[in-house]
């Protein structure tokens, strides 16, 4: 029993260590380096979501490429 015991302390303790530094490099990833979207609507149309209203296409928005200005013609901006 105490050895269950003090397995589940040893897993609780892992646990929150690895939560505590995953979360601060994954919201410093999505802030910094890119983040998904998802693109809904008959705007981007053809381009994105090509099958209407019911679809939604999910996308990878790069956030180097604004921070070095290294947009290009062709590419497609998301502003928020």
């Not at 601060?24 to 983040?35: E, Q």
């Not at 705007?43 to 990878?60: E, H, I, K």
């Amino acid at each position: 029993m105490a050895q269950a015991q003090g397995f589940g302390r040893r897993y609780l303790k892992a646990f929150f260590k690895g939560f505590f530094v995953a979360v601060p490099v994954t919201v410093t990833f999505l802030d910094r380096v890119a983040c998904v979207a998802r693109v809904e609507g008959a705007s981007m149309q053809p381009s994105l979501n090509p099958g209407g209203r019911q679809a939604s296409d999910v996308v990878l928005l790069n956030h180097w490429s604004i921070r070095n200005y290294d947009v290009q013609r062709g590419d497609i901006v998301s502003l928020v």
